[in-house]
């Protein structure tokens, strides 16, 4: 069994120096963390309960906390506060060789003057396995991630694909109850990435063990995770499945953050009249769907300003003279579909066409009009950014 527990887990950097804020001044704000009186603070009440074999992505813009919260984990970060728990045992205090996890780093961290093979049983010989034991594991892994034919090569031989198959063999040899891995296939292209990404899939159906999992790349967080914790400024966002994060994002900032092209923004309005819902921009007024209204509806939402969000492929061309009007300032083909990067409302609009639909695609300067349906509207408050159905 591998259950992880983070509860209220905290980290504080403190000030250079050994100097310290006034406790009287307010916090500051220095790259959107907290600065405090104790330093400046990374993560904050951060608390996830991880299940055995659960696949656990972390993913937020650089600087977010995420690589932190990972290193805290795995003991290379000392914890400021809160508690971590591997198997029911509290680990703050506990060596990093005596957690039982493993770890893949961003840029491989692999010996350059040792062959593959040797990299990937230098922990089993640190801890004097015996020597087939040691063949026996390395081979089995090798097999698993399709690298046997290099066991014999030197890192520089490599390229980054193959070095980073055997840093993740080397981890896996040592049967981990934790595998971490931090933006393991950042320095990759985006072809191997693709390829990669469904090699981790296989993995962790092979291997019996919990993965942890941070990435800036939405994509990443979206293919992997049995369920993403979106993090933003050292605070988790949202849990959740991947689809459950996609179609109802808890904030504007998740909103915007998961899904590529990004999420349309609009400033409109919400009207309630009785049991009934609509949005209203641009002189359009589109009636949400029946579970959003009920959704809205337990929540006692009122008329009021609102952030309407809709999602590039979630519009749909209209008929001249009706919906939102626009003007196209940059046409993409992208061979299914063409994007379109319009002004509309005021704002910067993406307007994803399937090329099948339509038997000639509006060119740049063209003026067209678009709508949505109400099945596909995210309302979100005005005031503290959240989304109003949740």
């Not at 506060?81 to 996890?101: F, H, T």
């Not at 980073?164 to 292209?189: F, H, T």
Request: with cysteine; charged share 25%.
């Amino acid at each position: 069994m591998a259950e992880v527990r983070l509860v209220n887990i905290k980290k504080v950097y403190p000030h250079a120096g050994g100097t310290r804020k006034k406790k009287k001044d307010a916090p500051e704000k220095k790259n959107n963390l907290q600065i405090t009186d104790e330093g400046v603070v990374a993560v904050q009440e951060f608390s996830l309960d991880i299940a055995d074999k659960e696949f656990i992505v972390l993913v937020g813009p650089s600087g977010c906390g995420k690589s932190t919260t990972l290193r805290m984990v795995a003991g290379l970060e000392e914890i400021s506060g809160g508690e971590l728990y591997i198997d029911g045992e509290l680990m703050n205090n506990v060596a990093p060789k005596d957690r039982d996890i493993a770890m893949v780093f961003q840029n491989y961290a692999l010996y350059p003057h040792m062959s593959v093979f040797d990299n990937m049983s230098f922990s089993l010989r640190l801890r004097k396995k015996p020597k087939n034991e040691i063949e026996e594991k390395v081979t089995q892994a090798g097999g698993i991630l399709d690298i046997m034919q290099y066991m014999d090569r030197r890192p520089a031989a490599l390229s980054g694909g193959q070095r980073q198959r055997v840093a993740i063999g080397r981890a896996i040899v040592r049967a981990p109850k934790v595998m971490l891995m931090d933006e393991p296939l950042s320095n990759l292209d985006a072809k191997l990435r693709n390829e990669m990404r469904a090699e981790i899939i296989k993995l962790r159906e092979r291997i019996d063990t919990t993965f942890i999992y941070v990435t800036h790349d939405q994509t990443e967080a979206m293919t992997l995770g049995d369920r993403i914790v979106v993090m933003k400024d050292g605070y988790i966002q949202q849990i959740g499945t991947p689809q459950e994060v996609f179609n109802h994002p808890a904030n504007l900032f998740v909103a915007g953050f998961i899904g590529m092209p990004v999420m349309n923004f609009f400033d409109a309005e919400l009207i309630r009249e009785g049991d009934k819902y609509f949005v209203e921009l641009e002189g359009m007024r589109v009636e949400l769907s029946a579970r959003k209204e009920a959704r809205l509806k337990a929540n006692d939402v009122q008329s009021q300003p609102v952030t309407l969000g809709v999602r590039p492929d979630h519009t749909e061309l209209a008929e001249p003279g009706t919906g939102i009007s626009a003007k196209i300032e940059v046409s993409e083909m992208m061979g299914a579909s063409v994007h379109l990067h319009v002004s509309a409302a005021g704002r910067d609009v993406i307007i994803i066409v399937p090329t099948q639909e339509a038997d000639e695609m509006p060119a740049m300067g063209d003026q067209i009009n678009f709508t949505f349906s109400g099945k596909v509207a995210h309302v979100f408050s005005k005031e503290d950014e959240r989304n109003l159905e949740l």
